[in-house]
């Protein structure tokens, strides 16, 4: 942690802050309201995303007041130099405590709302959640250590749980997907994806110190992409279950589909995957 901070500095992370706080304990309350919008048996995925999201914004509230504890000014109206308060430190582990159980839940709202067959599922998530939460753990050394070599050993070793992540997600899960609607085959690898990127931002980050990257500008660079790829890889990721949700339903239940309005947006998905001719597709 740097020893102070310009104004400049200090208010881009206090900002940034506030808007992981907001975006993560809104989108949870939103989870939460529209469950009626989802058959019962898809309600479950959003609850998992709703809890995601409320992890996350405790543990932003806990980030955001570690952050301002542990840097103060002396200037008039916070608009001077912020140096480190004697006595505190900004406090990273609360990303980890709030990764180890976020991380998990992630793969766990996946896998639920699929609704895949019970041994699939079960095959899925006890191979999923103790290679998540292995990732996390032995991440955490590497972060608070200031030894390179300490870094390197335990971020080589948390990016083996990692790959074995993405190989279940992008070759296992690919195979179980024949049976869902097309809709459904979309939304779920732009979540892959999207998955795979923003957690690729975190170990771009871990890696700073190694890359000859120090100070301020690069400690309040890491904030900003361990904020930003927290909103994409929680908030928008709950958004794109709840999506999943609501075409399964669509497609489960055309009744319940006429209700909701989503019938004719699950036919033309379903159209289009079918190979219909290209007027057809303009004609939508």
Avoid at 114 to 140: C, D, E, F, H, N
Wanted: proline share 5%; charged share 15%.
């Amino acid at each position: 942690m740097p020893e102070q901070l310009t104004n400049g500095q200090y208010h881009t992370v206090y900002n940034l802050l506030s808007l992981v706080i907001a975006a993560q304990l809104f989108t949870s309350i939103y989870l939460l309201v529209v469950q009626p919008r989802v058959l019962p048996r898809y309600r479950q995925a959003l609850v998992v995303a709703a809890i995601v999201c409320g992890i996350a914004a405790y543990h932003y509230f806990r980030i955001f007041d570690s952050f301002r504890g542990a840097f103060v000014t002396d200037a008039v109206g916070g608009q001077g130099t912020y140096t480190q308060a004697a006595g505190s430190a900004f406090n990273e582990g609360y990303r980890y405590v709030d990764w180890l159980l976020t991380v998990p839940l992630l793969l766990v709202e996946l896998v639920v709302v699929l609704a895949l067959a019970k041994k699939l599922q079960t095959s899925l998530l006890v191979r999923l959640i103790p290679a998540s939460a292995l990732m996390i753990a032995l991440g955490y050394p590497g972060e608070i250590s200031g030894d390179n070599l300490t870094r390197n050993v335990f971020g080589l070793l948390s990016t083996i749980p990692f790959l074995y992540i993405l190989y279940v997600l992008f070759v296992e899960l690919t195979r179980s997907l024949d049976r869902q609607p097309p809709a459904v085959r979309q939304t779920v690898s732009r979540l892959r994806i999207l998955l795979f990127a923003t957690w690729g931002v975190y170990p771009i980050a871990y890696l700073l110190p190694l890359l000859g990257l120090d100070g301020a500008d690069a400690w309040v660079g890491k904030q900003a992409g361990y904020s930003i790829a927290d909103i994409l890889a929680k908030a928008l990721y709950g958004l794109l279950i709840y999506r999943i949700a609501r075409l399964k339903s669509f497609a489960d239940d055309p009744a319940f589909a006429e209700v909701e309005g989503g019938h004719d947006q699950a036919v033309s998905h379903e159209h289009l995957d079918e190979g219909q001719p290209k007027a057809a597709k303009v004609g939508r």
